[in-house]
């Protein structure tokens, strides 16, 4: 954490994204972020993976996972592409309601 970023505490409106050094401090923001989760979670779903497996095969924890699909950690420039890479393969080839 970096020496102008404060740790957010139970009520805050506004939640801080720790990655790629930015700090997140107004509504649009938090709005983006919030989409930009929703977004993933909804992809991750079409390809018929658990944040358990997504975050296996790109290389990061699952509660990191969760904190992106949450809207609370926004990932590195690194992860972003290959979360979008990943992702657009889950658009032009959905698992079958079957997996």
Known sequence: MHANETTPKAGDAIPELR???????????????REYGSTVRALRRLGGKTQKELAA????????????????IWPELE???KLRFTLEQFRRSPASPAD
Not at 19 to 33: K, P
Not at 57 to 70: F, H, P, Q, Y
């Open 19 to 33: 990655y790629g050094r930015l700090t997140w401090n107004d509504a649009a923001n938090e709005a983006m972020a």
């Open 79 to 81: 992860l972003d592409a």
């Open 57 to 72: 095969d790109l290389g990061i924890s699952n509660k990191t996972l969760s904190g992106i699909e949450n809207g609370l």
